[in-house]
Every structure is written in structure tokens, then in C-alpha cells.
């Protein structure tokens, strides 16, 4: 799969078939504002499609390199520990065919957080990500329903039917 997220801001993921830059780059060009300085870890396909961004650096996690100053690639590795938690406490497996739904419902939970300053024991302010009142959440998802429709199909799945554009 492929992560894209902003520090403190929202995700993207979807599932791609390998790590190779035909893959990854319209995905990458999608997602990613070319105006973007990009961190990610030493892939050879993030090396070359960097270069089409206002700045590229990355970490080599072959050489156990896991943070240099500010760069890093920990805000995906966070979406991704969240993704594996859903995986173990919620969905038990996760399908290939299915894959993109599993990653739709993480990715709302993680652009459904609210930031807060919070002051550590140091005394330093950082930001700690809160979960969004279930009510507020439930108005954001059911503002993107106008127009659609759940429905049945023959064999008992459901169907997502929207009628908007």
C-alpha cells in the first residue's frame, strides 16, 4: 500500500501492486502537492520521483537511520501502527480484494482527530492528536450522503449507490 500524510494534517492510502515507481507515481502525483518538501525512507522509486518536488530527503532504514533532525517518515509509520491495531483488534483480516475499504475506514478515523497543545513533562508544548466527538463525526460522514444509497445485493453484500457527482 501506499501512505501519503501531512504532518499533523490529513492521509491518504491505497493499495498499489508493488513498490516500483509505475505503481507508485500516480499515486504519488495524486496525493502529494508538488510544492511539497517530501520525506520517505531510501526506496529507489521515492529517490526518483522526488525529484519532481520542491525538495526530497529520506532516511535509510537499511542502515538502521530512523530520524536525521526533522526528517523523518514516523507520521506514516504512526498511520500504519494504526492500521495494524485495526487489524488485530477490529478486522482480524484484512482481504486483498477488500483492502481499499479497510484503509478508507482508517484513514477517516485519522482525518477525523482533532490536534491539542498539550505540555509534557519537560515543560515543552507538543501536539497530541484527540479522537473527534462521535457526533461531529457522524455530521461529516453523513454530509457526504446526499444522493446515495446502501442497498442489498442478490448474494447479501451491500452496494454503494451514489447518484451525485
Same mark, same amino acid.
Given at each position: 500500500?501506499?501512505? &501519503?500524510?501531512?504532518?499533523?494534517? +490529513?492521509?491518504?492510502?491505497? +493499495?498499489?501492486? $508493488?513498490?516500483?515507481? =509505475?505503481?507508485?507515481?500516480?499515486?504519488?502525483?495524486?496525493? !502529494?502537492?508538488?510544492?511539497?518538501? /517530501?520525506?520517505?525512507?531510501?526506496?529507489?522509486?521515492? %529517490?526518483?520521483?522526488?525529484?519532481?518536488? &520542491?525538495? @526530497?530527503?529520506? !532516511?535509510?532504514?537499511?542502515?538502521?537511520?530512523?530520524?536525521?533532525?526533522?526528517?523523518?517518515? =514516523?507520521? &506514516?509509520?504512526?498511520? =500504519?501502527?494504526?492500521?495494524?491495531?485495526?487489524? /488485530?483488534?477490529?478486522? @482480524?483480516?484484512?482481504?486483498?480484494?477488500?483492502? &481499499? %475499504?479497510?484503509? @478508507?475506514? !482508517?484513514?477517516?478515523?485519522?482525518?477525523? %482527530?482533532?490536534?491539542?497543545?498539550?505540555?509534557?513533562?519537560?515543560?515543552?508544548?507538543?501536539?497530541?492528536?484527540?479522537?473527534? +466527538? !462521535? #457526533?461531529?463525526? #457522524?455530521? $461529516? #460522514?453523513?454530509?457526504?450522503?446526499?444522493?446515495?444509497?446502501? %442497498?442489498?445485493?442478490? =448474494?447479501?453484500?451491500?452496494?454503494? #449507490?451514489?447518484?451525485?457527482?
Amino acid at each position: 500500500m501506499f501512505v &501519503a500524510v501531512e504532518r499533523n494534517g +490529513p492521509v491518504r492510502a491505497v +493499495p498499489v501492486k $508493488s513498490d516500483k515507481l =509505475n505503481d507508485l507515481l500516480p499515486h504519488i502525483i495524486r496525493f !502529494v502537492d508538488k510544492r511539497s518538501h /517530501l520525506m520517505t525512507d531510501q526506496l529507489q522509486s521515492y %529517490r526518483t520521483a522526488g525529484k519532481k518536488f &520542491a525538495a @526530497h530527503e529520506w !532516511v535509510n532504514h537499511g542502515q538502521k537511520e530512523f530520524a536525521r533532525g526533522d526528517v523523518h517518515n =514516523n507520521t &506514516a509509520e504512526s498511520f =500504519n501502527a494504526n492500521l495494524e491495531r485495526a487489524k /488485530l483488534g477490529v478486522f @482480524h483480516f484484512m482481504s486483498r480484494k477488500h483492502l &481499499a %475499504r479497510y484503509l @478508507h475506514e !482508517v484513514c477517516f478515523r485519522w482525518n477525523h %482527530r482533532i490536534p491539542e497543545l498539550k505540555t509534557d513533562k519537560d515543560g515543552d508544548l507538543k501536539i497530541v492528536m484527540k479522537p473527534m +466527538p !462521535v #457526533l461531529e463525526k #457522524l455530521r $461529516s #460522514l453523513l454530509s457526504k450522503a446526499p444522493g446515495c444509497q446502501i %442497498r442489498r445485493t442478490k =448474494n447479501g453484500g451491500i452496494m454503494n #449507490l451514489c447518484f451525485n457527482t
